[in-house]
């Protein structure tokens, strides 16, 4: 048997162990990595390590680490307060703001899994007190995630930017983030129109929108002063915080919650300013992600070490290992020859424009139900030499396969549909509720890569 279809097979096998236990892909990406190289390729570990992508190891854990940070000192909770106070008794607006404060989340760094479970428990309890679809809320929270998931600066977008970035084909960051928001924009606007959005708009309500902000800020602050956390995800608003309600240090967390409404902090003006530090700097003088992002995350300990206490926890290491382990086994495909034999298969086709369209379908299936980086990790590598070639355009095909393979992450076999799925309404059916999402993520994995590819392959083609 050949390398190349011994990798494909060690592969598949891979995906399916982590799909059906509960098992990190990332450690099983590290073990084919070591057996296909040292046992079939004669690799020695030196050049099996070479491909451990270090700037990327770096990027991740510097953003993760500055979030958790920004979580920590009560930023994200004054952000997520003053967004809401917007609305005012526009109840039609509330899904918009969790779309938009999921997606700013997204975007400055967070995880999609972690900014979902910090946004979905607050929206879904409105959706529940002001008569929401619950699966219109649920659905615009997660698609907001995605919508901010690929900046230049957040994983997704540093993970397929850092992956183009080796090849010789036109990179584009901005392009594939605008794609991405402005795609998941599109679906959330169907949304709302669809699911009752529009009944919503004759609909008012006083301060209760405000009021139950600031009893979040409590929980959450109750919670952080109890150091109880959502098993490391990097947020503390789940059932653990609510339980952190009973604790002795709950009364004073609630007039720290008062206190963070009144008025900013100096750690949290600080974390604010850092926020944007991070941007102009990544983005406008073009300087290393990870390296900005840990001495902002260093600063904001110095400014304020006690809401630095467990941020290291929080790092998404599970995530850090599956990335890192992914591409430390894509280099050894690419040592095997398996990149150009699957290229050159698909540009036997003869048909371009089908085998970007086979491709995008490859990732939103197996995406919803594995790991969405982990996909995008491994098909961007596997399409390169195919686009190579310039029978098409090279942007609108990653622009369009990393949309097919996170949008997806509605499903409820998703971290992201389970975590909607887990905050339901207690007034909600939940087996009415989960049939619901299984039928929506149905409808999204068979239309959404034909769209994406119909949307930004197709003109590029032409």
Sequence with gaps: MSAPV????????????????????????????????????????????????????????????????????????????????????????????????????????????????????????????????????????????????????????????????????????????????????????????????????????????????????????????????????????????VAAKGTSGSSAAAKSADAVGARATVPQLVTIAGLIALAVISLGFKVDVGFVSITIAMVLALVSPAAQKGAINKISWSTVLLICGMLTFVGVLEEAGTIKFVSDGVAHLGMPLLAALLICYIGAIVSAFASSTAILAALIPLAVPFLSSGEIGAVGVIAALAVAATIVDVSPFSTNGALVLANAPEDVDKDKFYKQILAYSGIVVVAGPAIAWLVMVLPGWM
Excluded: C
């Design 6 to 241: 011994l990798s494909i097979i060690i592969l598949a096998v891979m995906f399916l162990l982590a799909t059906v236990l509960p098992l990190n892909m990332g450690a099983l990406a590290f073990v084919g990595a070591f057996l296909l190289g040292s046992v079939v390729l004669g690799m020695s570990t030196s050049d099996i390590l070479a491909n451990f992508p270090g700037g990327l190891f770096l990027t991740i854990v510097g953003v993760t680490y500055l979030f958790a940070i920004a979580q920590n000192n009560g930023t994200i909770d004054l952000l997520v307060r003053g967004a809401v106070r917007m609305v005012g008794s526009k109840v039609a607006l509330i899904p918009w703001v969790m779309f938009a404060i999921t997606a700013v989340i997204t975007a400055v760094g967070a995880l999609s899994p972690a900014a979902v479970a910090i946004i979905a428990p607050i929206a879904l309890s409105f959706a529940a007190k002001h008569k929401i679809n619950p699966l219109m809320m649920g659905m615009m929270v997660i698609h907001g995630a995605q919508a901010g998931g690929f900046s230049p600066i957040a994983v997704y977008g540093v993970t397929v930017n850092g992956i183009i970035a080796k090849t010789d084909l036109a990179a584009s960051p901005m392009a594939i983030f605008l794609a991405s928001f402005i795609f998941n924009l599109a679906i959330a606007v169907v949304l709302f129109i669809v699911l009752g959005g529009s009944k919503l708009l004759s609909t008012k309500t006083g301060r209760l929108v405000e009021q139950a902000a600031e009893s979040r800020m409590a929980v959450s602050v109750g919670a952080r002063a109890a150091g109880a956390t959502l098993r490391g995800s990097g947020t503390d608003i789940s059932s653990s915080g």
